[in-house]
């Protein structure tokens, strides 16, 4: 029998497996996704108690499967639900979406501690901070960042120059800023503002943006990630505040 081990993670998905059991889809620190599956969840308050839930940063016991890639968890322990996050239902919605997008852009089995301090620093922010949508943007900002699609945004990728004019453009297919000169050239374009480029540029200040440019800053990022995974997303749901 294979030894068990603790991991720290925080819980994606969870659903159910015949009457007593759950599969459950986790982003750990130390190997990345995983699916587990969670023997008596259902029915055993002891063991597991509310661990389970989405959004819950826990320490889980897991055991490999040989003959499979769902992991046995035996034991979990709430480091934190985030209650506060729990009771505004506009921070849900964004959480929700943070758990979504944490499913989609990371394979399973992949090791990423990047990925999952992203994921619990975004949670920590809507806990103290409420429901805030930069929340939502900054985290997929750090993600494109993560998987080496970062948007580059100080200089025109082509010439070079400073891109500090009051307006410039981006160009999709490349991931970077072009300057107008350079722009005639490229074939998908994105018009940006200065003053949302220089957000762009550090998101995780409390600056929030015009929803006029919020508008610009999530077709930008619906384009970037559909170029990505060659699918076009559905934010939208998470977003009502």
């Keep these: 029998m294979s030894e068990s081990e603790s991991l720290e993670a925080i819980i994606l ?18 190997k990345g996704r995983l699916q587990g599956i969670a023997k008596g969840a259902k029915a055993s308050l002891k063991r597991f108690g509310p661990a389970l839930d989405l959004f819950t940063w826990v320490k889980i016991q897991v055991r490999e499967n040989k003959n499979t890639s769902l992991v046995f968890i035996e034991q979990a322990q ?29 394979k399973e089995g992949v090791a990423e501690e990047a ?4 994921l619990l620093e975004s949670l920590k922010r809507l806990e103290e901070q409420g429901a805030h949508r930069r929340i939502f943007w900054s985290f997929l900002l750090k993600n494109f960042e993560i998987l080496g ?12 120059k400073s891109l500090n004019e009051p307006f410039h453009f981006f160009d999709v297919e490349q991931g970077g800023g072009v300057c107008e000169e350079c722009r005639v050239s490229s074939r998908k374009v ?6 949302l480029l220089e957000w762009m540029n550090n998101p995780y200040q409390d600056k929030s943006i015009s ?11 619906e384009k970037q990630y559909a170029h990505h995974l060659h699918l076009l997303p559905d934010w939208n749901r998470f977003l009502r505040i």
Excluded: M
Aim: hydrophobic letters at 40%; aromatic letters at 12%.
């Design 13 to 30: 998905r969870r659903w159910d497996y015949g009457e007593k059991d759950q599969i459950i889809s986790f982003l750990s620190r130390e």
């Design 78 to 106: 709430a480091l934190s639900n985030f209650p506060r996050l729990r009771q505004d239902y506009a921070s849900i919605l964004l959480a929700s979406g943070l758990l979504e997008l944490s499913h989609h852009l990371y």
């Design 115 to 118: 990925a999952f301090t992203n």
């Design 149 to 160: 699609w970062g948007l580059h945004l100080q200089t025109c990728f082509k010439c070079g």
């Design 190 to 195: 994105f018009s940006l503002s200065l003053s």
């Design 211 to 221: 929803p006029e440019e919020e508008v610009l800053l999530q077709e930008l990022l």
